[in-house]
């Protein structure tokens, strides 16, 4: 199975999310599951992680006096990220930022 996890308030020294974010996809991917997750950050980065992961960091917009924080708010591009990878489940780690994320990738699904 292809699991994509996507996350925002995720950085490289942060503390619940990265861990919930790590602790799952170690377990997927032990499972023997395709894992593929998405944060914001401040470049494009794709690459396989330590524990067998495709890792990719998206531009993501600075959150204001959050200590680094970064939130993905251009969904055009994660929603053709996560189509064309073409998953079988998609976890999406916050709902308040990120709810509008089912609807695109349905749209971007069907232009397939």
């Known amino acids: 199975m292809r699991i ?4 925002n308030f995720v950085h490289d020294t942060s503390g619940g999310v990265r861990t919930a974010l790590n602790a799952l996809g170690s377990l997927y991917v032990d499972a023997g599951h395709e894992v593929m997750t998405i944060r914001p950050g401040a470049r494009h980065l794709m ?3 330590g524990i067998g992961r495709v ?4 531009p993501g917009t600075t959150l204001p006096a959050s200590g680094g924080y970064r939130l993905l708010v ?4 994660l929603a053709a990220i996560i189509a064309s990878w073409r998953p079988d489940v998609v976890e999406v780690g916050d709902k308040t930022t990120l709810g509008c994320l089912p609807g695109r990738l ?3 699904l069907a232009r397939d």
Do not use: I, T
Not at 4 to 7: D, K, N, P, S
Not at 74 to 77: F, I, K, N, S
């Open 4 to 7: 994509v996890q996507v996350a």
């Open 47 to 49: 690459q396989r992680d």
């Open 55 to 58: 890792a990719v960091v998206l």
């Open 74 to 77: 251009r969904r055009v591009p």
């Open 106 to 108: 349905r749209a971007a």
